[in-house]
């Protein structure tokens, strides 16, 4: 068992190391990507019901609910939770962003590697080249794997938000 776990972590490490320093942190920005995606949608599974539930009987709790200051209470209060219903969403959608641009700083530093070998070695060593255009591929593909997977749980995430910031306006209702 602890063999083909270290076998693993080798595996990943020569992935690593064959990406260049880019690599790393295309990874540290899908782990938060993903950490905050996740965290959103624990927070509309758990959190989000129970701040939607309270506010929904401090409203219906009002004797009235048709004059002027009422209808600025009630934008308030669908302020109020749709701010911590779209909390993270615009750093979700930023860091799917920039995956690809990280993704592309890979592709130049590698790039450069390749040119780095043609100058000195006038492109006699094609394996050192070839390691320049995998150092420059990787982190593209890993910053495009990253950006797609960030569209895909940001648009989750996204409907959730607009859903659960609609059916708090519907709940309250003005009817009194």
């Given at each position: 068992?602890?063999?083909?776990?270290?076998?693993?972590?080798?595996?990943?490490?020569?992935?690593?190391?064959?990406?260049?320093?880019?690599?790393?942190?295309?990874?540290?920005?899908?782990f938060?990507?993903?950490t905050?995606?996740?965290e959103?949608?624990?927070?509309y599974?758990?959190?989000?019901?129970?701040?939607?539930?309270?506010?929904?009987d401090?409203?219906?709790?009002?004797?009235?609910?048709k004059?002027?200051?009422?209808?600025?209470?009630?934008?308030?209060m669908?302020?109020r939770?749709?701010?911590?219903?779209?909390?993270?969403?615009?750093?979700?959608?930023?860091?799917?962003?920039?995956?690809?641009?990280?993704?592309?700083?890979?592709?130049?530093?590698?790039?450069?590697?390749?040119?780095n070998?043609?100058?000195?070695?006038?492109?006699?060593?094609?394996?050192?080249?070839?390691?320049?255009?995998?150092?420059a591929?990787?982190?593209?593909?890993?910053?495009?794997?990253?950006?797609?997977?960030?569209?895909f749980?940001?648009?989750?995430?996204?409907?959730?938000?607009?859903?659960?910031?609609?059916?708090?306006?519907?709940?309250?209702?003005?009817?009194?």
């Amino acid at each position: 068992m602890s063999w083909s776990l270290s076998e693993a972590l080798e595996t990943v490490r020569a992935f690593v190391a064959s990406g260049g320093p880019v690599l790393l942190a295309i990874a540290v920005l899908t782990f938060i990507l993903w950490t905050l995606i996740f965290e959103r949608i624990w927070f509309y599974r758990s959190s989000l019901r129970r701040l939607v539930k309270n506010t929904v009987d401090a409203w219906d709790s009002r004797a009235e609910r048709k004059s002027w200051n009422a209808h600025q209470i009630r934008a308030a209060m669908v302020s109020r939770i749709s701010d911590s219903i779209r909390a993270n969403l615009d750093m979700i959608g930023t860091i799917t962003a920039l995956c690809p641009l990280f993704g592309l700083l890979g592709t130049v530093s590698g790039m450069i590697e390749v040119f780095n070998v043609l100058a000195t070695t006038g492109g006699a060593d094609a394996k050192s080249m070839a390691g320049g255009v995998k150092q420059a591929t990787i982190p593209t593909m890993a910053g495009m794997v990253a950006a797609i997977s960030g569209v895909f749980g940001g648009t989750i995430v996204n409907q959730i938000a607009e859903r659960e910031a609609q059916l708090l306006e519907d709940h309250l209702t003005m009817d009194h």
